[in-house]
């Protein structure tokens, strides 16, 4: 679609909102105090989520823990598509710390959910195991896309699962013992759409974290109450957020500002939840993400110290072959222009021997 024509639907759907907006039977509604705010606060931790005194910085373990953050290219060279729920674990955790040793204390995570490759245990992840890791050592890791027959549920609960093992990789465990990690979810005041906070508490107070879960733009507040709670040196992270990584032609308009802008993001647009969230300091650290093209199954990386890069499955499935790298997150089109480019075919064609297999 042209950006002519994107303009004109997105100056058409502004004008029929204004319009609904000024109606007498909308002006008469109005909202409550009490319903404004019958969102539940974020409840007290256990000790206070305050910033801990600063402590002195060995100043060659500082150039160790930001070596690599200068050159993408070698960073993105090392980047590899994880096979295993328990590599993808390593995989976060370690470009979060890095973040995290680097400064970045408010990161933005994606990731892959574990789910049983053959679709018929819905609903198992939400049962705890003692075992970490054994729930998925056969599980298939899977990009949180409408093929989750359980919908936005079922994906929380892999979510949340994900979670509180990235948590456990991430905290300092002297003795060998794990942080306690504790779900809240009161931040869903539906109690429908998917979302909860996730905080570990570890032996020091400075190593603790909180990471919302599947979070909208609609708890935003919740988020900044946490942000300030935790102050500068504490971690606080977003995992699989709700919100997409490209923009549509609200999002665009959200992002202006002004009377258009509210009017966009009254109606969906994101743009004025991620300038907050922008404000707060919050970054992308760590994306997989995942679609279909060609037939194939195509996954694009990126670490905070990275350039993007692009994986296609091989024919046998037991690995994935590097298609390219990119500045800029790939549009679907330059990833199919980089199938080409490696001459892959479509999938129908190679496993009927028209084409060389992958």
């Known amino acids: 679609m042209s950006p002519s024509v994107s303009c004109h639907m997105a100056s058409a759907i502004l004008a029929v909102a204004v319009l609904f907006l000024s109606s007498p039977l909308i002006c008469s509604f109005q909202i409550s105090p009490k319903a404004r705010h019958s969102v539940r606060p974020i409840p007290q931790c256990t000790r206070s989520f ?9 100043p060659l373990s500082a150039s160790v823990a930001t070596e690599g953050s200068n050159d993408p290219e070698s960073s993105t060279s090392r980047l590899s598509v994880p096979l295993t729920f328990s590599d993808m674990i390593d995989a976060a955790s370690k470009a979060i710390n890095d973040a995290r040793e680097a400064g970045k204390t408010r990161q933005i995570v994606r990731v892959l959910l574990p789910r ?42 892999a979510a949340g699962a994900t979670c509180r093992e990235i948590l456990r990789a991430i905290s ?34 400075s190593d603790d974290a909180a990471c919302f879960v599947q979070p909208t733009i609609e708890i935003t507040n919740a988020i900044e109450s946490v ?36 009017v966009a993001s009254f109606l969906g647009g994101k743009g ?5 969230l922008n404000e707060m300091g919050f970054e992308s650290t760590f994306t997989i993400e995942g679609y279909v093209c060609k037939g194939t199954d195509v996954r694009l990386m990126k670490r905070f110290d990275s350039d993007w890069a692009v994986f296609a499955l091989n024919d ?33 064609a190679r496993d009927i021997g028209l084409a060389d297999k992958l």
């Open 50 to 58: 305050s910033t801990p005194p600063s402590t002195t910085t060995d």
């Open 116 to 157: 049983d490759p053959t679709g018929s245990r819905l609903g198992t992840f939400a049962e705890g195991d003692a075992n970490g890791y054994a729930q998925f050592s056969n599980a298939a890791l899977v990009p949180p896309d409408e093929t989750w027959q359980g919908g936005i549920m079922q994906l929380y609960r």
């Open 172 to 205: 300092p465990n002297p003795g060998g013992l794990p942080p306690r990690t504790t779900e809240d979810v009161s931040v869903d005041p539906s109690g429908v759409d998917g979302m909860g906070l996730w905080t570990s508490e570890s032996t020091s107070p």
């Open 227 to 262: 942000h300030k709670q935790a102050g500068s040196k504490r971690l606080v992270f977003i995992l699989n957020p709700q919100w997409r990584n490209v923009d549509d032609a609200l999002d665009a308009a959200s992002k202006v500002g002004g009377f258009f802008g509210s």
């Open 272 to 276: 004025g939840a991620l300038k907050r």
């Open 316 to 348: 046998m499935g037991d690995g994935y072959v590097s298609l390219g790298t990119s500045l800029e997150r790939p549009t679907y089109q330059d990833v199919d222009e980089m199938m080409d480019e490696k001459g892959i075919a479509l999938k129908y």
